[in-house]
């Protein structure tokens, strides 16, 4: 395995409802179950913080892919979509879906952006082959 350019570390007591926290302190918050699972809903969740983390890799994916192709998609917002869906035996599975949008291109060259970005974002290498994942950018599904 090669040598990690940055690894983030952090704490979590009393799993979903708990607390975690980042060794930089930079995140310190409570860990609460939804209220659509039964819990208060007063902290933040798993699936709220994954959908954090992938839209913010994506975006800037999207970014450093569109630079290197002579497009500008600095200005992309991500909706990400995190579901936690039931599966046999009692257990879980996730599912995702990212609503991009890039005002500042169209058609077939945001596709194919969202398209190669996709390939290259490290939370889409992760997940790839182990969760669905749908991508919908400026209104179309890939």
């Known amino acids: 395995?090669?040598?990690a350019l940055y690894t983030a570390q952090a704490h979590v007591t009393g799993g979903r409802d708990g607390r975690?926290?980042?060794?930089d302190g930079r995140l310190d918050l409570d860990l609460r179950m939804p209220k659509e699972l039964g819990g208060d809903g007063e902290?933040?969740?798993?699936?709220?913080?994954?959908?954090?983390g992938y839209a913010a890799c994506f975006s800037t994916t999207l970014a450093l892919v569109g630079q290197?192709?002579?497009?500008?998609a600095d200005?992309?917002?991500i909706d990400s979509l995190v579901s936690l869906i039931p599966i046999d035996g009692g257990r879980f599975k996730l599912g995702v879906e990212l609503r991009i949008s890039l005002p500042s291109i169209a058609g077939?060259?945001?596709?194919?952006?969202?398209?190669?970005a996709h390939q290259v974002?490290?939370?889409s290498n992760a997940t790839r082959d182990?969760?669905?994942?749908?991508?919908?950018?400026n209104g179309t599904q890939l």
Request: charged residues 20%; proline residues 4%; hydrophobic residues 40%.
């Open 1 to 3: 395995m090669s040598k």
């Open 20 to 23: 975690g926290s980042t060794s």
């Open 43 to 52: 902290g933040a969740n798993p699936e709220q913080l994954f959908a954090i």
């Open 68 to 72: 290197q192709e002579g497009l500008d």
């Open 75 to 77: 200005d992309a917002e």
């Open 108 to 116: 077939d060259q945001a596709l194919d952006l969202a398209r190669t």
């Open 121 to 123: 974002c490290p939370y």
């Open 130 to 137: 182990n969760i669905d994942v749908t991508l919908v950018v």
